[in-house]
């Protein structure tokens, strides 16, 4: 395809950069994250301990 305009490979270059970033937006705000109350916190990290084994 070099026979294509440069302007051409421009627009086909700000369509693709607008769907990649458009994509990425979309993905970043649509999963919404688990909420946890403080204690459900703090037990979970009791439960973890921290047993180093070297």
């Known amino acids: ?5 440069p302007i051409s490979w421009l627009i ?3 369509i693709f950069s ?4 458009l ?4 993905n ?4 919404l ?5 403080s204690t459900e916190k703090t ?3 009791k439960s973890n301990s ?5």
């Open 43 to 45: 037990s979970d990290f």
């Open 28 to 31: 970043y705000y649509c999963v």
């Open 33 to 37: 994250p688990k909420k946890s109350t």
């Open 1 to 5: 395809m070099p026979q294509m305009a």
């Open 23 to 26: 994509f990425n937006i979309l």
């Open 12 to 14: 086909l270059f700000i």
């Open 18 to 21: 607008v769907t990649l970033i």
């Open 50 to 54: 921290l047993n180093w084994k070297w």
